[in-house]
């Protein structure tokens, strides 16, 4: 079964900061990985996509990379803000596109 | 992006009772969907997933007898939680892909039994 884990689990920087969220997978045979951010009481946010035949996004400030060889992806975040402020949530899918590995998520506080 | 609607957003109902949850796709086709909760401070577990016109696939350990899920049409499935109990509070969310890769969500459901 596929586990995926989220580190940190809280992070909380001061404003400006680059930050970097990580989220590795047990199985790496991920095919497509999707980055969502969580506000609270609220449904998800996508971010970015990571396509099977890439390996990295990018959108505005935000960087997402895959590296399948290892099962891991990172979402970096430039310049942070306090509006940035969310719960993180990686997920990776299967092949066949039906069923998504979310991860615990990444609380992260920026702070004015 | 796609916009997918989902209501309510919160209820409250006696235990005992059904509630019926409803997600939409309001600007594409969605030939997939699927539906997760979610407990506090934990992250999101898939519970089925329906195809239009056919019946839901669960996940183990979700019975389908409790979660009625209908998904029929392209643009609408439903979550009827049956015969509600406490243990049944969370937060429910639906997502929804138009055959694309990218998977699109509502906003969840607070549901709460009292």
């Known amino acids: 079964k596929q586990e995926v884990t989220q580190i940190p689990a809280a992070l909380s920087v001061p404003e400006g900061e680059n930050l970097v969220l990580n989220c590795s997978f047990t199985?790496?045979?991920?095919?497509?990985l999707q980055w969502f951010r969580q506000d609270p009481g609220k449904g998800l946010t996508s971010l970015l996509l990571?396509?099977?035949?890439?390996r990295e996004q990018t959108s505005g400030r935000l960087n997402a990379s895959l590296d399948k060889s290892s099962g891991r992806s990172t979402l970096y975040i430039a310049a942070s803000q306090p509006g940035d402020s969310a719960t993180y949530l990686c997920?990776?899918?299967?092949?066949?596109?039906?069923?998504?590995?979310f991860g615990s998520g990444t609380k992260l506080n920026v702070k004015p | 992006g796609a916009v997918v609607s989902q209501h309510p957003s919160r209820v409250i109902c006696k235990s005992g009772t059904s509630v019926k949850i409803e997600c939409r796709s309001l600007d594409f086709q969605a030939t997939t969907m699927f539906w997760y909760r979610q407990f506090p401070k934990q992250s999101l577990m898939l519970m089925a997933t329906s195809n239009e016109g056919s019946k839901a696939t669960y996940e183990q350990g979700v019975e389908k007898d409790k979660f009625l899920i209908n998904h029929a049409s392209l643009t609408l499935s439903t979550l009827t939680v049956t015969s509600a109990h406490p243990e049944d509070s969370s937060f429910y969310i639906c997502s929804a892909r138009s055959g694309g890769l990218e998977a699109f969500f509502g906003q969840g459901t607070r549901l709460t039994v009292v």
């Open positions: 199985d790496s045979a991920i095919y497509n």
């Open positions: 997920a990776g899918s299967s092949y066949n596109f039906n069923k998504f590995y």
């Open positions: 990571i396509q099977s035949s890439q």
